[in-house]
């Protein structure tokens, strides 16, 4: 009953709320890796971005207005990892907040003898559990250009989402069986080692180092390559690129490939 009531209203508001033909042609310009995809995965991302800004509650922050080709831009992006997963996976939030610019939080840090340590830190972005997602939009803006060194602030915060989804913020999304955890945690866990210890060699890495800070960091950059320069993690850390493949149902490298030979 709820499938269907669901069908029904997804069918009217594709119907009545479709995005504008100019406005989805100015947002796939704008990002590359979007049209590098299949025409058939272009127009299903089309859609789902189309019910993602019905559900979804936007607000500017610090006098910025979200117009709706940032809204577009924010929901082509964030629909790519549930590209074949479906929009379900994001129904435990329903707040974008979007800032200009990066921000300043006050952190605090409570070390092994009990002494708390104040610090700042800049966000591109914040995801939290069963709340709202913050980004900034410039990072959001520059991601066409970013996607050349694999960063995208919109991927990772939507990626942080799919694995709290479960409640932990731990690099492990929810999956179907035991043996699949299993699995996802022995790959994951591997390339995450290797992963650090290339970075505190200081070695030249494909990945954002910023992902040797905890292996939920690690799934979340990973990400990122994987959906803005996929052949580029596809040739360096084929393992990597196969067990996301798997979880996210998709073979983006594919539609690379294939635009390369046309
Ligand atoms: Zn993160």
Redesign the pocket.
């Known amino acids: 009953m709820i499938d269907w009531w669901r069908r029904r209203r997804d069918a009217r508001t594709l119907r009545d709320r479709a995005i504008p033909d100019a406005l989805w042609r100015v947002t796939l310009g704008r990002y590359p890796f979007l049209l590098q995809r299949s025409a058939d995965d272009v127009q299903r991302l089309r859609e789902l971005s189309t019910l993602f800004l019905a559900d979804k509650e936007f607000a500017g922050m610090q006098g910025l207005e979200v117009h709706d080709e940032m809204a577009v831009a924010i929901a082509a992006q964030a629909c790519l990892p549930v590209l074949n997963l479906g929009l379900a996976w994001y129904d435990g939030f329903k707040g974008i907040v979007v800032h200009p610019d990066a921000v300043r939080a006050r952190r605090e840090h409570v070390d092994e003898i009990g002494v708390v340590h104040h610090y700042d830190e800049e966000l591109a972005g914040e995801a939290m559990h069963g709340g709202p997602v913050m980004l900034s939009w410039r990072d959001v803006a520059e991601s066409g250009v970013s996607a050349e060194w694999g960063y995208n602030v919109v991927v990772?915060e939507f990626v942080?989402v799919l694995d709290l989804r479960d409640g932990a913020a731990d690099g492990v999304p929810a999956l179907p069986d035991r043996p699949s955890r299993e699995r996802w945690l022995v790959t994951l866990t591997g390339e995450y080692e290797r992963f650090c210890a290339a970075v505190d060699a200081g070695d030249e890495t494909l990945l954002d180092p910023y992902g040797a800070e905890a292996i939920d960091?690690f799934f979340?950059v990973a990400a990122e390559v994987f959906f803005v320069a996929p052949q580029d993690l596809l040739g360096e850390h084929p393992a990597l690129y196969a067990l996301l493949s798997g979880f996210f149902l998709q073979d983006p490298a594919r539609g690379a490939r294939e635009s390369l030979a046309q």
């Open positions: 990772h942080h960091e979340a």
